[in-house]
């Protein structure tokens, strides 16, 4: 079984097919990525019309380099999978259209994945996950909790009632001048600096509910950069380190909640699982382990080269709903907007 899974749901344009071997393990037989971080430096951020018309230009050739890498022709696929959202819908509209027209040619079924559950589901790629587990979804666009029961099948526990972390990277980024994206230029710059220079707040600490909220730390760290201005080199480190470990603490106090959540629920998660672009940065990432160590849970992030958006985790979330008969029509639409919460798991 071998699916295609294409995505173009923000600035990465991409394309994998993700198979099952004899024995039924997971196989990335291609992931092909074309980055456009260069296309938007200039602007600190994401241009959609940019980001669209980038993946018109590409799709074409990194469709043929996934083919290519995974020593397939098309008909030799299975099935066709691309994101149909949530994201910018101009690349939406483009991914979609082209899997559809892959699928229609060749005649192979056609999946609408929702991208928020291609990472959600990408620890079953990696680790054979059993259901069910807790997931932190942290990326540009979305810092949420869930509780992922099964394919379609997921409990949002709590999200953020304002910026997401990737968003906060970004906007710390740009406001210090670092270069984009801002996550990993913010982890390089707090790695010279002092993380316990400014006491920075840790917002919703110690709240039942397992929401987050950004703003406010963001803006705490405005108001120390404009204090002490002209910035130099050590302040800058040292505002980066310490931003970052106030995250860290957030991430992990609203993660602990969170396990709380569950277990209220009478749910009992296999793993904590971190996703999504943010899930990259390493402070993070031994926090949570630390976390997940005191509750007696594995924990299980992606490998580096599938924490950003890639086409192999769109390819295995299409797998996983064609084992189960999910597929769908050629009248399935791009969504600007698509909360997993709204997934339905088959009857």
């Known amino acids: 079984m071998r699916v295609l899974g294409i995505e173009t749901t923000c600035d990465e344009t991409a394309a994998a097919i993700v198979g099952l071997s004899p024995a039924g393990k997971p196989e990335i037989l291609s992931n092909a990525v074309l980055s456009q971080i260069a296309a938007h430096a200039a602007y600190g951020g994401v241009v959609p019309e940019i980001a669209a018309r980038a993946h ?19 008909h030799q696929i299975d099935a066709v999978a691309a994101a149909a959202g949530p994201g910018l819908v101009g690349g939406v509209m483009v991914g979609l259209t082209t899997a559809k027209a892959i699928a229609l040619v060749t005649g192979k079924p056609f999946i609408a ?105 963001k803006t705490a760290v405005r108001l120390v950069a404009e204090r002490i201005a002209p910035l130099s080199d050590r302040d800058v480190a040292d505002l980066c380190a310490s931003f970052q470990a106030a995250v860290v603490d957030l991430l992990v106090d609203r993660t602990r909640a969170g396990l709380r959540a569950c277990r209220e629920a009478g749910v009992m998660p296999n793993a904590l699982v971190v996703a999504g672009g943010v899930s990259a940065n390493q402070p993070i990432r031994r926090g949570l382990t630390r976390l997940a160590t005191e509750a007696g849970l594995p924990m299980i992030a992606p490998p580096l080269a599938l924490c950003g958006d890639n086409g192999a985790m769109i390819a295995w979330a299409g797998l996983e709903r064609l084992k189960l008969g999910m597929v769908d029509d050629m009248g399935a639409l791009a969504r600007p907007r698509w909360p997993l919460d709204e997934l339905r798991p088959k009857p």
């Open 56 to 74: 018109v230009e590409a799709l074409d050739r990194i469709v043929a380099r996934a083919f290519a890498e995974a020593d397939l022709e098309p």
């Open 113 to 217: 994945v929702n991208h928020l559950e291609a990472h959600a589901l990408t620890a079953r790629l990696t680790d054979n996950l059993a259901f069910p587990y807790l997931l932190l979804l942290v990326s540009g666009g979305h810092t949420q909790l869930l509780v992922v029961r099964g394919v379609g099948d997921y409990l949002k526990l709590g999200g953020t009632i304002d910026d997401a972390v990737g968003e906060a990277f970004d906007k710390i980024a740009k406001m210090l001048g670092l270069a984009y994206p801002g996550g990993p230029s913010v982890e390089r710059e707090a790695e010279a600096g002092d993380p316990e220079r400014f006491d920075f707040p840790r917002p919703m600490s110690g709240r039942p509910k397992p929401d987050f909220s950004l703003s406010g730390l």
